[in-house]
């Protein structure tokens, strides 16, 4: 075991979802002393989250079989009602709040101390405080509480570019095994989606935060259009929704004085801005992180470096592509000129996607040429 050195801990972990927990584990399996704390009363609950993860994520979740509820074999892209175009995307539907509890048990396994129903207000040198007044000090701060990040604005990290959405959960009529997802020009920096869960699905919309006004009409009318369609039926059985980062990658390391910060997760801006998708990389970053700080507390300080750079690396590239394109979705957004060529080229589905140009720049020289 690490020493201490006076502090409660050696890591304190901000947050014990996907990212956190995933830290907690990992820091906790090298021999640290780690205390996660979380705001939610219980972990995983309430759910804001559709629930798709990628096939691959079995490889870095042990176990991941008991949270999957159903397959998924591909992706449905409807444009402005037309379609489908069909193509392969394998994942699992998982329960999102057995798999985060899933998570934090695995956590505590490996012997963190994982606590919940606990507010951070503040993250500084030495420790956070409490809402209630209590303090928790620690040698290093693992930042994973989310897009609207504390331990990211203490150090200057900020989500700064958001979605937002808005979820509903109603009978699936006809059994599924595709993620649906609707591009419109209704809803720039987002789109809408139904991924079946078994007997229900997961009904939502995204859009970029300065259209979030329009949320809960957009989601009323893909409802009705999909009970007339004989898919889904009125029965609203669950609401939610939340923000999404959607600025792309923030620098994940910081320092309050003398106490090093990771972040991970949402919390420095892994999700990605076209899908909103941010299981797996919190699941992953988080594990970093956890490594990364049992290095750094352990007297290796070029482990905090390393990981910014091993995190640029791994999720830079794909973080920038998505930004871009969905800059570009915007700019055509703001320039009138939204319509179904602009939404295919900024969807994963299409080739352009991945070879286009299209992006805030070039739509601005389209413009003026
Ligand atoms: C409606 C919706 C649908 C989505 N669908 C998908 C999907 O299908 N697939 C996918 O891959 N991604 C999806 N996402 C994104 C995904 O949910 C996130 O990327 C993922 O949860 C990020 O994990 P995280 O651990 O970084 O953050 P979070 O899961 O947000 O966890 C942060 C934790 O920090 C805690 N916390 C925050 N502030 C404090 C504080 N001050 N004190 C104490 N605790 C605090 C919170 O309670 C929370 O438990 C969706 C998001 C939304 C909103």
Request: charged residues 20%.
């Amino acid at each position: 075991m690490i020493a201490s050195a006076g502090s409660d801990c050696d890591v304190l972990v901000l947050g014990l979802g996907p990212a956190g927990a995933s830290a907690a584990a990992a820091a906790a399996r090298a021999g640290a002393r780690v205390i996660g704390l979380d705001k939610r009363a219980v972990a995983g609950l309430p759910v804001q989250c559709a629930e798709f993860v990628p096939l691959s994520l079995g490889a870095e979740v042990a176990d991941l079989a008991r949270d999957v509820v159903q397959p998924i074999e591909a992706m449905a892209s409807y444009t402005e009602g037309d379609g489908p175009r069909r193509d392969p995307l394998p994942g699992h539907i998982v329960d999102r709040a057995r798999f985060d509890a899933h998570l934090v048990e695995t956590a505590r396994g490996a012997g963190a101390e994982c606590r919940f129903g606990r507010v951070v207000a503040e993250v500084r040198d030495g420790g956070v405080r409490l809402t209630d007044g209590s303090e928790v000090s620690a040698r290093l701060i693992v930042g994973a509480d989310g897009p609207h990040s504390l331990a990211g604005r203490a150090i200057g990290s900020v989500n700064r570019v958001l979605s937002h959405t808005r979820q509903i959960t109603v009978p699936l009529v006809v059994p599924h095994r595709a993620t649906d997802i609707f591009l419109s020009a209704s809803t720039p920096g987002g789109y809408g989606w139904l991924f079946p869960k078994a007997e229900v699905a997961n009904l939502g919309i995204g859009v970029d935060a300065s259209e979030r006004r329009w949320l809960r009409i957009l989601l009323e009318g893909l409802h009705a259009t999909l009970v007339r369609r004989g898919r889904v039926g009125w029965d609203v059985r669950a609401i939610t929704g939340g923000a999404i980062p959607a600025g792309g990658l923030l620098r994940p390391t910081g320092a309050l004085g003398a106490t090093p910060v990771l972040l991970a997760g949402d919390a420095c801006g892994l999700a990605n801005p076209v899908t909103g998708a941010g299981i797996a990389s919190a699941v992953v970053s988080g594990r970093m992180a956890g490594e990364a700080a049992v290095a750094i507390v352990a007297g290796r300080g070029a482990a905090l470096d390393d990981y910014a750079e091993e995190i640029a690396d791994l999720f830079g590239p794909a973080l920038d592509r998505a930004r871009r394109r969905r800059e570009g979705v915007m700019a055509a957004h703001a320039a009138g000129r939204l319509g179904p060529n602009e939404l295919q080229r900024s969807w994963i589905a299409w080739e352009s996607y991945w070879s286009d140009p299209f992006d805030a720049v070039s739509l601005a020289e389209g413009v003026a040429a």
